[in-house]
C-alpha cells in the first residue's frame, strides 16, 4: 500500500471507524437489482434528495464514474444493534456522512483530487428531516449540508456485502442470546474512490 492510502486509512482511524480497507474498484459489484429496490418496494426516502434516486445516474452511471478510477477505500461503523435499528439511528447514519465527507476532503489534500464519497442511508432523512423539501432538489439553493451529505450506494447498486467479504469482514454478527454481557452490534459502511 502506497504511503498516501495508509496515510487516508489512518485518518479514517482518527476519525472512529471501525475498520478500513483499500479495495481496487474491480472489486466493486455494482447490481442493479439493489438500486431496484429503491423504488419496488418503495424507500420512503425515494425521489425526495438529489442524492437518492430517481435524481442520480444510478448503477450505469456509477459504473461510469468507476471507470475513472483504480483504487477506493472501504469503511465501516460498528454500531450496536438496538441503535442501528431503531428510530434513533439518524445520527448513526449522521456521523456516517460526516465522517464519509472528511475522508473525501482528507483524499483530496492528499493528491486525489477528484475523490468521491458515498455513504447509506438519505441524506434527507439525516439532515433535513424537519424540512419539507431538498433545496438542492428543488433547484431553489444549493444544498443546505453540501459539506456533509453524500449520496447514497444503495442508489447506485454498489454491493456492500460484496465489499465486506473483499475486505475479509462480517457484514453483521450476533452473540449467543443466552449470553446478556456481550451487545448485539451491526455496521454502517462507506466508500471513498480515491484514485
Same mark, same amino acid.
Given at each position: 500500500?502506497?504511503?498516501? $492510502?495508509?496515510k487516508?486509512?489512518?485518518?479514517?482511524? =482518527?476519525?472512529?471507524?471501525?475498520?478500513?480497507?483499500?479495495?481496487?474498484?474491480?472489486?466493486i459489484?455494482?447490481?442493479?437489482?439493489?438500486?431496484?429496490?429503491?423504488?419496488?418496494?418503495?424507500?420512503?426516502?425515494?425521489? @425526495?434528495?438529489?442524492?437518492?434516486?430517481?435524481?442520480?445516474?444510478g448503477?450505469? +452511471?456509477?459504473?461510469?464514474? @468507476?471507470?475513472?478510477?483504480?483504487? %477506493?477505500?472501504?469503511f465501516?461503523?460498528?454500531?450496536p444493534s438496538?441503535?442501528?435499528?431503531?428510530?434513533?439511528?439518524? #445520527?448513526?447514519?449522521?456521523?456516517?456522512?460526516?465522517?464519509?465527507?472528511?475522508l473525501?476532503?482528507?483524499?483530496?489534500?492528499?493528491?486525489?483530487?477528484?475523490?468521491?464519497?458515498?455513504? &447509506? +442511508? %438519505?441524506?434527507?432523512?439525516?439532515?433535513?428531516?424537519?424540512?419539507?423539501?431538498?433545496?438542492?432538489?428543488?433547484?431553489? =439553493?444549493?444544498?443546505?449540508?453540501?459539506?456533509?451529505?453524500?449520496? %447514497?450506494?444503495? +442508489? $447506485? &447498486?454498489?454491493?456492500? &456485502?460484496?465489499? $465486506? #467479504?473483499?475486505? +475479509?469482514?462480517?457484514?453483521?454478527?450476533?452473540?449467543?442470546?443466552?449470553? %446478556?454481557?456481550?451487545?448485539?452490534? &451491526?455496521?454502517?459502511?462507506?466508500l471513498?474512490?480515491?484514485?
Amino acid at each position: 500500500m502506497n504511503k498516501r $492510502f495508509k496515510k487516508l486509512v489512518k485518518v479514517a482511524y =482518527d476519525l472512529g471507524v471501525s475498520d478500513a480497507a483499500i479495495i481496487p474498484v474491480n472489486n466493486i459489484i455494482v447490481d442493479n437489482s439493489l438500486a431496484d429496490k429503491c423504488r419496488e418496494p418503495r424507500c420512503p426516502n425515494y425521489g @425526495l434528495s438529489k442524492n437518492c434516486p430517481p435524481n442520480t445516474s444510478g448503477p450505469l +452511471g456509477f459504473k461510469k464514474i @468507476l471507470e475513472t478510477f483504480r483504487q %477506493s477505500m472501504l469503511f465501516k461503523i460498528d454500531v450496536p444493534s438496538d441503535i442501528l435499528y431503531s428510530c434513533e439511528n439518524r #445520527e448513526v447514519f449522521q456521523l456516517l456522512h460526516e465522517t464519509a465527507a472528511k475522508l473525501e476532503q482528507t483524499a483530496v489534500t492528499l493528491g486525489f483530487t477528484n475523490a468521491q464519497a458515498y455513504a &447509506g +442511508g %438519505s441524506c434527507k432523512r439525516i439532515f433535513c428531516y424537519n424540512y419539507y423539501e431538498c433545496l438542492a432538489l428543488s433547484e431553489k =439553493d444549493k444544498c443546505r449540508n453540501f459539506e456533509h451529505a453524500r449520496p %447514497s450506494m444503495s +442508489g $447506485f &447498486g454498489i454491493n456492500v &456485502g460484496k465489499l $465486506f #467479504e473483499t475486505a +475479509g469482514w462480517t457484514m453483521t454478527w450476533k452473540t449467543d442470546d443466552n449470553d %446478556s454481557s456481550t451487545t448485539k452490534m &451491526g455496521s454502517v459502511s462507506g466508500l471513498v474512490l480515491i484514485s
